[in-house]
Structures are given as structure tokens and as C-alpha cells.
Antibody
Framework: VQLVQSGAEVKKPGSSLNVSCKAS????????LNWVRQAPGQGLEWMGR????????KYAQKFQGRVTITADTSTSTAYMELSSLRSEDTAVYYC???????????WGQGTTVTVS | EVVLTQSPGTLSLSPGERATLSCRAS???????LAWYQQKPGQAPRLLIY???SRATGIPDRFSGSGSGTDFTLTISRLEPEDFAVYYC????????FGGGTKVEIK
């Protein structure tokens, strides 16, 4: 499976972001799909995940109420929506499938988001 | 939430030297759910180690992981030029968290 993410975005503060992640060469329904972000020059930050087959989601406490992760198994595409954007949300956003023992084994190429 | 603290922040070494990276957890973590990743500039992270000590597919045997409880270590036995990068530990209990990273740079 390869994960292909949507392109770079520039957003205004207070607006919402929607990033897509399409699985090619395989089905998304089998794997749990996570979202991780990385602010410029900073480390990795887990945002949440979805089990596409069952539609079950889990979010990091920091993003509860502001992030929504969904998946469309018919198109093998997952989506991450982040609302009420602020400058601190400027980051590269990655999707990644969950492999053995809660690891992230296949990653998308990343989507650069600038909030300004 | 489990906080992972990595040290040192930066490790300056020469090719061929041994690198020892530390990851300390704020509370005991199951070694089953402790992983290490490598990230190079402009690239997504790559899984190196899972279950604290098992190498992911295609990872050279110069990379090894060890530890239990709150203290975990990633060792690179002999640094190759392509190993200079940032390394992150990651754990999962009720949520997934990452350490702040250790940069291994060329001395």
C-alpha cells in the first residue's frame, strides 16, 4: 500500500483544514489509519486515528473537539479535518497506517499547511 | 499520558563510531509497544524498531533496540553516512506519543 496525500494549503486563522490520504495498491479498510503532524523544526505529534472498517476513531486529548477523522472505504481515502485554525497549526501533516504492535509502518508524503 | 524524554538532544559523532540514544518514559511502558523511527530532512519517518528490540523489515543489523520499564535504548553499532538523521521513540498505551527526538550529526 502507498499513501498519497492532498497538496499543500495556505489557510486563514479561524478557518478549517481538510487533508485527504488515499491508499493506492491496496485497501484502506484493513488498516487503522493515523494522523501525525510536525511543526517546523519540531518533533512528531500524534493527532488521532480511525479504523475505517468499523468507523471507530480515537483522538489525542489535545485535539479533542477540534479534529475529525473520517474514512471512505469505497474510495480507500481517509480525511482529517482540523477546525479553528491558528498560526500554531502550521505544520506538515502525515497520514500513516498502523502496523505491528501499534507502530506506524507506511507513511504518506506529508501535506504542508501554512496558517497565516 | 505517557511523556517520552529523549537524550541527548544532539549527538555529534564520526562515521564508524557507535551511537547510543536514550528514551525515558514518565511511567512504565510495555516494551511490546515501544518503537523507534528515523527521519531525514524532507522525508517522512521510517520505522526502525518495534517491540523495543525487533528490527522492522529491511533494517540493517547495525541498528538494535533494548530496554524495559521506563528506560529504552537505540544503538547504532557503526555509523554509516546514511545514518545521520533524527531519531524518535514512540509508545502506545491508551494514546500514542513520541519523544522529542535525538539528532545524530556528523562531527
Amino acid at each position: 500500500v502507498q499513501l498519497v496525500q492532498s497538496g499543500a494549503e495556505v489557510k486563514k486563522p479561524g478557518s478549517s483544514l481538510n487533508v485527504s490520504c488515499k491508499a493506492s495498491g491496496g485497501s484502506l479498510s484493513r488498516d487503522t489509519l493515523n494522523w501525525v503532524r510536525q511543526a517546523p523544526g519540531q518533533g512528531l505529534e500524534w493527532m488521532g486515528r480511525i479504523s475505517p472498517k468499523f468507523g471507530i476513531t480515537k483522538y489525542a486529548q489535545k485535539f479533542q473537539g477540534r479534529v475529525t477523522i473520517t474514512a471512505d472505504t469505497s474510495t480507500s481515502t481517509a480525511y482529517m479535518e482540523l477546525s479553528s485554525l491558528r498560526s500554531e497549526d502550521t505544520a506538515v501533516y502525515y497520514c500513516a497506517t498502523e502496523g505491528l504492535l501499534e507502530t506506524l509502518d507506511v507513511w504518506g508524503q506529508g501535506t504542508t499547511v501554512t496558517v497565516s | 499520558e505517557v511523556v517520552l524524554t529523549q537524550s541527548p538532544g544532539t549527538l555529534s559523532l564520526s562515521p564508524g563510531e557507535r551511537a547510543t540514544l536514550s528514551c525515558r518514559a514518565s511511567q512504565s511502558v510495555s516494551s511490546t509497544y515501544l518503537a523507534w523511527y528515523q527521519q531525514k530532512p524532507g522525508q517522512a519517518p521510517r520505522l526502525l524498531i518495534y517491540g523495543a528490540s525487533s528490527r522492522a523489515t529491511g533494517i540493517p543489523d547495525r541498528f538494535s533496540g533494548s530496554g524495559s520499564g521506563t528506560d529504552f535504548t537505540l544503538t547504532i553499532s557503526r555509523l554509516e553516512p546514511e545514518d545521520f538523521a533524527v531519531y524518535y521513540c514512540q509508545q502506545y498505551d491508551s494514546a500514542l506519543t513520541f519523544g522529542g527526538g535525538t539528532k545524530v550529526e556528523i562531527k
